[in-house]
């Protein structure tokens, strides 16, 4: 009886001093996140005493630890997104607006020649256009990225789509003295997609790369057994590396000195449309020449 007496007492010795280790640990633990509630600190919460349910709780707070700093940083790069993008697009519209006030002044002189009068009346008309343009383009991408935006996902035929498009091109083709080089398989390539916003992107894409191309352009579809692709690749011989992590985002121009040229939303606003389609856009450079690829994976029609 003695004995088991004995080994009674140290039974309930070790419980009361594991008791006493958990509540000392629980208190340090609870220190650790009061510091961080008050900013004090940063770190993750860390364990001098080991209890299997314990680091299974610390584990639980480092996890939401660790969502909480990716949603801290998404949200600072949300805001940074949207203040560069509300001062690119102010720029934007003061550029045409302060020319075309300006001109206005200059066309209220009654000195001026028959000649000069219709040169100003181009340049405001122009400038006129470019906000039309700027603010189509704006409000379509906040359209498209809203939640509520819905596409018509259909069975379609990609060959005659594209070859729809390239031809409403010939005449932008013509002036820059290109002729596209189409590589198309014969074979009947569909996707489960939106006829309209395929369309969309692809005069993005081709819009984009006549602004840009020094040289002839790309365009080849092709279908594998694991995707459906379309690419357009153009000579960029200014275009550098870096420049491939920005090309999407909004208002983004590689080529400053053609800063004039669009808004630097028609990427932007391919690329959303592609998402939506469960498809992707990507760039890349390959050899001096951007390449933009649109994919579908099969597994998703």
Request: charged content about 30%; aromatic content about 8%.
């Amino acid at each position: 009886m003695m004995y088991v007496a004995i080994f009674s007492v140290f039974i309930a010795l070790f419980i009361l001093c594991r008791f006493i280790f958990l509540k000392k640990e629980i208190r340090r633990v609870n220190k650790q996140l009061q510091k961080r509630h008050q900013n004090k600190t940063d770190k993750k919460i860390s364990l001098a005493f080991f209890d299997k349910d314990l680091e299974k709780l610390a584990n639980e707070i480092n996890l939401q630890i660790d969502e909480t700093r990716h949603a801290t940083a998404q949200k600072r790069r949300t805001e940074n997104e949207l203040k560069q993008a509300v001062s690119n697009i102010s720029h934007d519209i003061r550029t045409p607006m302060t020319s075309i006030l300006g001109y206005i002044q200059f066309l209220e002189d009654d000195a001026l020649t028959h000649d000069q009068r219709q040169e100003y009346v181009l340049i405001v008309k122009n400038g006129a256009l470019r906000l039309k343009v700027l603010l189509e383009d704006f409000f379509e991408l906040s359209v498209i990225e809203s939640a509520d935006y819905s596409l018509k996902i259909e069975s379609i035929s990609l060959n005659d789509l594209i070859m729809e498009v390239l031809v409403s091109f010939y005449e932008a083709f013509n002036q820059k003295h290109i002729e596209p080089d189409v590589h198309i398989s014969e074979d009947d390539i569909r996707v489960k997609a939106d006829s309209s916003a395929v369309k969309r992107v692809m005069e993005n894409l081709i819009t984009n790369a006549l602004k840009h191309s020094t040289g002839d352009v790309t365009v080849a579809l092709k279908n594998t057994p694991d995707f459906v692709e379309l690419t357009v690749r153009n000579p960029a011989p200014q275009l550098k590396e870096e420049d491939l992590f920005h090309l999407f985002d909004r208002f983004y121009k590689a080529d400053q000195a053609r800063k004039g040229k669009g808004t630097g939303l028609g990427l932007s606003i391919a690329k959303s449309l592609m998402e939506k389609m469960n498809g992707s856009l990507s760039a890349e450079l390959d050899k001096g020449q951007l390449v933009m690829r649109c994919r579908w994976e099969t597994g998703s029609q």
